[in-house]
């Protein structure tokens, strides 16, 4: 196959094409993350609550696995676009070794302490136990799931977006025809609560990566992975984890965000804790589906960034940022017009569905600014730009939400909390302008070592 497609077709068009499968593959994956937490409610408020503790644990091994497969991602489209495919290869093939490694890591290190995490922030035992029983369950299947996201972005670099489509909208389906069956045991299986929708989860996964394997051996692609090009080389490393520790980071400060939210609002009420919760769950049907624009985009930004295409690069940006912010503008009004209805999907209180209604429409008036922050990460990580992307998703997540939700909780209770999402990402847009525009001044001063170098 020849990627040259990704620097000769109208760039429009080009995004549309590479994109439009993932933001299907994204929706469906946003419906399997509110059928899933549906069904756990459905077990009780305190298997939802437990589910809402555990999701910053699961975030962070998804943001290992997909931080680092953007490094893998970023290194393939690079070496591509200026002609060298043995160092192609060579990313694929050591990034995939090395993502296997991560793999074993996070398996142990979270079903060692996710005992002692969830103590943090719950005195309750029967939340404690259900998140445990259902941590140990999902995390068996960590390493099966950071190899398919692997071979999830290894597929993208080279412009197979309905490869990955197939398989992450295959993975999600089954996830969503399995909840039902294994939590309650309809017929022959048995019922299996909260340990269901984990095996439910891990069993998707496994469908996923076996696709992968599946295609790659039925229909090959350009990118080899291959024992000979999987001796570690010292400048191939340092590239992918230049991108992969700060993709890595920027996914994974979303879950020491939630994690320090839940603290504050744990001294307020446990209902707080679960309106975060749902809020989390709801939000993906906004930003994954803008990250399926990202994943589009990336390898078309690399692609061009390493062929020399300056001026496409900047078209990319623009054209994506647009449409980010068509999908953040059409999560505004929904979240405006009906958002006690959204919360009610996920609990029956009354109390839960006023608080989180009027949450809901306080954080919502963030959403269409966001888009700057989300495209110019995006775009910087497919540049190769590990740090300037990070600087952003600091400032988004940490620098400045945390102090405001922390100082306008003491003022104002729960609202101060809700109000300090939409500050926090008016801020982040106007950092992100700045960094934005400096990292690619600083290209332009400074010429750009090519392979052939």
Known sequence: MNENFMKERPAARLIISMAFPMVISMLVNSLYNIVDSFFVAKISEEAMTALSLVYPAQNFINAVAIGFGVGINAAIAYNLGAGDKIKANMAASQGMALSIIHGVLLTVGCVAVIPAFLKMFTASENIIDLGIRYCIVAFAFTIINVAAISFEKIFQAVGRMKVTMLSLMCGCIANIILDPVLIFGLGFFPEMGIEGAALATGIGQTLSLIIYLAVYIISPISVKIKTRYMKP?????????????????????????????????????????????????????????????????????????????????????????????????????????????????????????????????????????????????????????????????????????????????????????????????????????????????????????????
């Open 233 to 453: 080389e010292r400048t191939m490393i340092f590239k992918l984890y230049s991108v992969g520790i700060p993709a890595t980071l920027n996914l994974a400060l979303p879950s020491f965000l939630i994690s320090s939210l839940n603290a504050i609002l744990a001294a307020y009420s446990q209902v707080y804790i679960l309106v975060l919760g749902i809020y989390y769950k709801l939000q993906t049907f906004l930003y994954l589906p803008a990250n399926g624009i990202i994943q589009g985009m990336r390898p078309i930004i690399g692609f061009n960034y390493g062929a020399g295409e300056d001026k496409r690069v900047k078209q990319i940006y623009y054209i994506v940022l647009f449409m980010c912010g068509a999908i953040m503008l059409l999560g505004t009004i929904i979240c405006l017009l009906v958002p006690g209805r959204l919360i009610g999907m996920f609990t029956e209180n009354r109390e839960t569905i006023e608080a989180g209604t009027n949450a809901l429409r306080i954080i919502s008036a963030g959403f269409i600014v966001s888009a700057i922050s989300v495209t110019s990460c995006g775009a910087l990580e497919g540049l190769g730009k590990g740090a300037p992307s990070l600087m952003i998703s600091l400032c988004r997540y940490v620098i400045v939400i945390i102090p405001a939700a922390f100082l306008f909780s003491r003022i104002f209770g729960s609202d101060g909390v809700w109000n300090a999402f939409w500050i926090a990402e008016l801020a982040t847009a106007a950092v992100s302008v700045i960094v934005y525009k400096k990292a690619l001044e600083r290209d332009n001063r400074t010429p750009r070592m090519r392979n052939e170098e």
